[in-house]
């Protein structure tokens, strides 16, 4: 099982990857449907 410390830097990394996915267009808005679909395609590693 992963120690606190690298479980913390995995979340940091998902967190600054989603950040950049997101201003890749900063002009659009998202749905709450949106957002769920682009964590979860991103959880499973699917390209958007």
Do not use: W
């Not at 120690?3 to 749905?31: G, S």
């Amino acid at each position: 099982m992963p120690a606190e410390n690298e479980r913390k830097d995995v979340q940091k990394a998902m967190a600054y990857d989603l950040i950049r996915i997101f201003e890749k267009d900063p002009e659009k808005t998202y749905t709450a449907e949106e957002l769920k679909r682009l964590i979860d395609a991103y959880i499973s590693g699917v390209q958007q």
